[in-house]
């Protein structure tokens, strides 16, 4: 599979520390063994997704700067599908064991939660067979509680109960995502569990609504 | 948010246990919101870590002069070292591991950008984790730790961390004493020790 990194012909592969290759790692030797464990058991490591396959590098100053061949597909999942192929050949040229995803990277929203729920289960079956096929495996998974407008708020710390109830289920269905995939953790990430102003807040009362979040999923 | 619940490990780990979750969670300690709190990536990783709840780690850098989240590939040896010898002595991040959760700058345009950003990243780890072993098994730095706090183990300080004497009775041992004798903490000679396993 060559498709969307043809410039990287094959596997990028240990050469030692005196390698000039610029595609080729000079300590990273996968199964070296460093006391009773080798290189990839230590370290673990995992591609983001969000940032590897979705970032288009938009910055506060500027809009897209990288013209992704993956991203080009004008039907959402489509995009998100293409997304998938280029992520798995990524992986393996890469020879990385594990990767990580927000809901919302994998699959994109539709219009209704509901329809954002088909869009990510039929994602998951996608990526179920692609780790399949690779052995490549899901470190953990996580829900998007931030990127969407609704959030501008917060998510469990939301002063909307209809909000906090949204993100539950959403999170609920990351849960099962993650589980469907085998993912070895799951991650929460509060970066709109917070606040601007006393003014407006009160602020026991949101740590309460974020403990009572986490209680409720697990 | 200007203020965020979960804004370092201390804060989170407060959170967890006043809301009776400690048992339940692990922290992911990011590299970038370590110094965004204004502290470093070592000192959260060894705040989650001394709790018993280093579950899993977001390996990425910031910049110091910029105050956004910049989410830059780990290039930075020192810091990368620090992280793998707190993570060797936990035995491990499993099930946890290294997650780059960052991205290559908005001139970086080509696909094969990713790949080179990769490989900088996992190099950076892999020799760290050479590094970070070496210094472990050579036991320079833990034996001299192990010495710079030897006097409670044995005596009054052994006494005070059983919590057999109060401070009546240190008071008693104190005026009994002469003057404590200063002992150097020979933080520049323990900076040479671990740059000479660097270079």
């Not at chain 1, 959030?151 to 209809?162: F, I, K, L, S, W």
């Not at chain 1, 909000?163 to 993912?183: F, R, S, Y």
């Not at chain 1, 953790?185 to 407006?200: A, D, P």
């Amino acid at each position: 599979m060559s498709k969307y990194f043809p410039a990287v012909a094959k596997q990028i592969q240990y050469e030692g520390k005196d390698s000039k290759n610029p595609l080729a790692f000079r300590y990273y030797n996968k199964n070296q063994k460093v006391g009773s464990k080798t290189m990839a058991e230590h370290l673990r490591f995992a591609v983001a997704w969000w940032h590897t396959f979705m970032g288009d590098g938009t910055d506060m100053f500027g809009g897209t700067s990288f013209q992704r061949e993956w991203r080009k597909a004008s039907n959402p999942m489509d995009r998100a599908k293409k997304t998938m192929e280029a992520a798995f050949e990524f992986f393996q040229k890469l020879g990385v064991d594990y990767y990580c995803f927000h809901d919302r990277d994998i699959a994109p929203e539709g219009d209704s939660f509901a329809k954002s729920c088909k869009n990510l289960e039929t994602m998951v079956e996608m990526a179920k067979k692609l780790q399949k096929e690779t052995g490549v495996k899901l470190l953990w998974g996580t829900a998007n509680l931030f990127g969407n407008a609704i959030y501008t708020q917060g998510a469990a710390t939301n002063p909307d109960a209809h909000i906090m109830a949204t993100a539950a289920a959403q999170v609920k269905n990351a849960i099962d995502a993650t589980k469907e995939l085998g993912g070895e953790n799951y991650v929460f990430w509060g970066g709109r569990e917070g606040y601007e102003t006393l003014l407006n807040t009160d602020l026991k009362k949101e740590q309460e609504k974020l403990a009572r979040f986490l209680h409720m999923a697990f | 948010m200007k203020h965020q619940y979960d804004s370092d490990a201390a804060t989170t780990l407060y959170f967890l246990k006043e809301y009776d979750l400690i048992d339940e969670f692990k922290l992911n300690i990011e590299a970038n919101h370590a110094t965004l709190a204004g502290s470093s990536f070592e000192h959260e990783l060894a705040v989650a870590s001394a709790a018993g709840k280093l579950g899993s780690v977001d390996a990425n850098r910031g910049d110091l002069l910029l105050g956004w989240d910049t989410d830059q590939f780990p290039t930075d040896i020192y810091s990368t070292t620090m992280a793998m010898m707190i993570i060797l002595n936990q035995n491990g991040l499993a099930p946890g591991g290294l997650n780059f959760d960052a991205h290559v700058r908005r001139s970086s345009i080509d696909p094969t950008d990713l790949f080179y950003a990769h490989i900088g990243g996992m190099d950076t780890f892999a020799k760290s984790l050479l590094i970070a072993h070496q210094i472990i098994e050579d036991k320079v730095l833990s034996k001299f730790v192990e010495e710079r706090y030897s006097s409670h183990t044995s005596g009054i300080g052994a006494q005070i961390m059983s919590g057999k004497v109060g401070l009546e009775e240190v008071e008693k041992w104190v005026l009994n004493e002469k003057n404590p004798v200063l002992q150097s903490a020979r933080q520049e000679m323990l900076e040479n020790i671990f740059n000479s396993y660097i270079f």
